[in-house]
């Protein structure tokens, strides 16, 4: 299938239109720099993937803001390479693609499997491996990405312009740092510490949040920075949201998710 690119396309949101990646249009279409794509000419969508739909008009659940404080920009790094795993990762304890449906229903049997070896590579990063705190993470996932549905926040995201408490001081940084990943990593200062973490420059690549690579490792990092093991473990799952959300949006869709992982798991 050809998608003849148009003024404004970019390819986060091609991949979502057309049920794929970012890293798999880039790769069938031999782009080297994710960002730049060029209005008029041709863009290949790689064959298994989804074929495009109705979308809705409004932004799932779990699109809210992130605090986050400011740290010194260390030495730069690159955007780093878009990478996948084609074996399951981790240390042997995470989740199966049956059980991961199982908390997921609505993911495909396709996206599951592509998504479930970087699931489990970042949970083995954060440290999540006991049930409580697997049941947590992938419950707050499913909630705030529509059970993996979205990798990037349908708004413009121009509400988050000229937040400060989120680092967006420069004009565009609404737009530029929106939502993205499966936990919607948000605000300057986020994509500025999350990088400086996972050793990619998020702060000038911030679509690379985009990408299953990346996304998942953002949100362990997210997970582990706010110190929500130890709120999952003792089964304080209502501050583990609130420290997500930043209130309580959401908190019954977010526990339906969490008691039927509890159950699976």
Known sequence: MVHNIRRGDTLSALAQKYGTSVSALAKANHIKNPDLIIAGRKL???DGFDRPGSRPSTTPPGMSN???SSTRPSSPTQAGPVT???APAGDGKG???DQLRRIMPNLSQQKAEQYLPHINRAMSEAGITTKNQKAAFLAQLAHESGQLRYMEEIASGSAYEGRRDLGNTQPG???RFKGRGPIQLTGRNNYRAAGQALGIDLE????RAADPDVGFRTAAWFWKSRGLN???EA???REVTRRINGGYNGLSDRQQYYNRALSVL
Do not use: H
């Not at 000038?204 to 679509?207: D, G, L, V």
């Open 95 to 97: 989740v199966s693609v």
């Open 66 to 68: 992130r605090p986050g």
């Open 204 to 207: 000038n690549n911030p679509r």
């Open 230 to 232: 130890s709120l999952a």
């Open 84 to 86: 996948g795993p084609s």
């Open 173 to 175: 940084d609404g737009t």
């Open 44 to 46: 290949t969508i790689p």
């Open 235 to 237: 089964g304080n799952f």
